[in-house]
């Protein structure tokens, strides 16, 4: 039986309607570009944009894409290199140091500033720094703020180059205390050139006094089940991360969100000292050093504030004194917590003692 030409023009009808709804929308040539291209890594003003909540999702999202450890250690000609990632709330004081520290190594390095919007910047920023501040939100110290601040800085140095292989989060109180090409040939050793997982420099310490209030700071079981007492981990705030960490970092979201709860006790929160080791010793305790690449006095401690050094005590001592472990296995590359009076004292003996390897 042969349909009626009217019958199939209304099935034909039907089927391209059906298929323009159900059919995915392409992009018009005059359709915006996707949010995650869209998102400003970096740029000139102090934190730049607004840095919301649908800033950092956009970097995230962009971040976690990232190929991964292979890819830093393949694409730049120059070689792997290093993100110096500075988490302020205050001056820079010590630009001049660092430029001090990278130069004639500018291809190897990349600059990241993450300064609370709060922080009045007075002083310009110098060659490194300009235009290298994120989009930046609050941070409050013992807060969770502080680690998003982190998980910003990496995820803006993941999308920014792909070339970056460490990525080495500081204050504005630290200091160099070797030679960039020192450093530099700490972190790739020759068998690096071979794509070697590269380990994480992290401080990953257990048993440590007063961890069993800190655990408890949101709750007895607020951790639970994610992360139970026994691999809660502390360690330094600051830390030297491998390329896959720091895309780790950014694509964790289980321990963020027990790691972000407020706390019922702020005298015992710490969770910047704590997210980082806990989440890299749980998912790749073979894979950090468990020690950190910065050097902190903590011998009479005030507030939970490690010693201040100040310009009477900057010294050829004090620089062979930070460099050292206590056992004497690494040395240490960075160290802190200088006041801004040592920049002056620090500038007089940075190539005769600082960067004389």
């Excluded at 009626?4 to 709804?21: D, M």
């Excluded at 501040?133 to 982190?150: E, G, N, Q, S």
């Excluded at 020192?182 to 961890?211: C, D, K, N, T």
């Amino acid at each position: 039986m042969t349909s009626s030409p009217l019958v199939l023009t209304v099935l034909l009808f039907a089927s391209l309607t059906g298929l323009l709804v159900l059919a995915p929308r392409s992009s018009s040539p005059m359709t915006p570009a996707k949010e995650e291209e869209a998102v400003v890594v970096v740029g000139d003003g102090k934190g730049g944009g607004d840095g919301g909540e649908d800033d950092d999702l956009a970097l995230l999202r962009r971040a976690t894409l990232d190929a991964g450890e292979g890819a830093a250690m393949a694409m730049a000609p120059a070689g792997p290199k290093v993100a110096f990632m500075f988490l302020t709330n205050s001056d820079l004081t010590f630009a001049p140091l660092w430029e001090r520290f990278f130069e004639g190594h500018g291809e190897r390095i990349n600059v990241y500033v993450h300064a609370d919007p709060a922080a009045e910047l007075r002083l310009p920023p110098t060659k490194s720094f300009r235009g290298r501040f994120v989009a930046a939100r609050p941070t409050k110290r013992a807060d969770a703020t502080l680690i998003a601040a982190a998980r910003r800085l990496l995820a803006a140095a993941l999308v920014d180059d792909a070339a970056n292989a460490y990525f080495a989060l500081l204050s504005q109180h630290c200091v160099p205390v070797h030679s960039f090409p020192r450093l530099y040939a700490s972190l790739f050793p020759p068998q690096a050139a071979h794509h070697h997982r590269l380990p994480s420099y992290i401080e990953v310490l257990s048993g440590e006094p007063q961890m069993q209030s800190r655990y408890a700071a949101r709750g007895d079981d607020a951790m639970l089940p994610e992360v139970p007492f026994d691999r809660f981990r502390v360690g330094s705030q600051f830390f030297t991360l491998a390329r896959r960490h720091a895309v780790l970092v950014v694509r964790e979201r289980r321990l963020w969100r027990k790691f972000r709860q407020p706390c019922l006790n702020p005298d015992s929160c710490y969770p910047e000292e704590h997210y980082f080791p806990t989440l890299l010793d749980m998912a790749d305790p073979a894979g950090v050093a468990r020690y950190t690449l910065t050097h902190v006095n903590w011998t009479g401690s005030v507030h939970g504030h490690p010693h201040k050094y100040t310009a009477d005590e900057v010294s050829a001592e004090l620089v062979a004194d930070l460099r050292r472990s206590k056992n004497a296995t690494y040395d240490y590359m960075f160290a802190r917590k200088f006041s801004p009076e040592c920049l002056g004292p620090l500038m007089d003996i940075a190539d005769t003692v600082l960067f004389n390897d």
